[in-house]
Nanobody, 115 residues
Framework: VQLVESGGGLVQPGGSLRFSCAAS????????MRWYRQAPGKGRELVAT????????NYADSVKGRFTISRDNAKNTVYLQMNALKPEDTAEYYC?????????WGQGTLVTVSS
């Protein structure tokens, strides 16, 4: 199983970014996917979840209405669209899945929200 994130960077408050997480090594369409983040000096926080079909999503209260998780099972990719970014969204963002009882993480992609 391999998860590779991309799309991080520096963005001004109020701006937008979209992350991608390309998956391989498992039947992507069979598994829920999750985005987490870890701010400097803090623990990892679950940000968003999407079910295997992309029909059901859940979000942390801190990002509801601003972030959207989606997936394209034909491309084995999960996305996180982030709008109205705030300085407190600054963090390393990771995608994660559970396959065969094991947890797999991507390497992370950094977002810095600053003017």
């Amino acid at each position: 199983v391999q998860l590779v994130e991309s799309g991080g960077g520096l963005v001004q408050p109020g701006g937008s970014l979209r992350f991608s997480c390309a998956a391989s090594g498992f039947t992507f369409s069979g598994y829920a996917m999750r985005w987490y983040r870890q701010a400097p000096g803090k623990g990892r926080e679950l940000v968003a979840t999407v079910d295997n079909a992309g029909d059901s999503t859940n979000y942390a209260d801190s990002v509801k209405g601003r972030f959207t998780i989606s997936r394209d099972n034909a491309k084995n990719t999960v996305y996180l669209q982030m709008n109205a970014l705030k300085p407190e969204d600054t963090a390393e963002y990771y995608c994660r899945t559970f396959v065969g009882g094991y947890s797999y993480w991507g390497q992370g992609t950094l977002v810095t929200v600053s003017s």
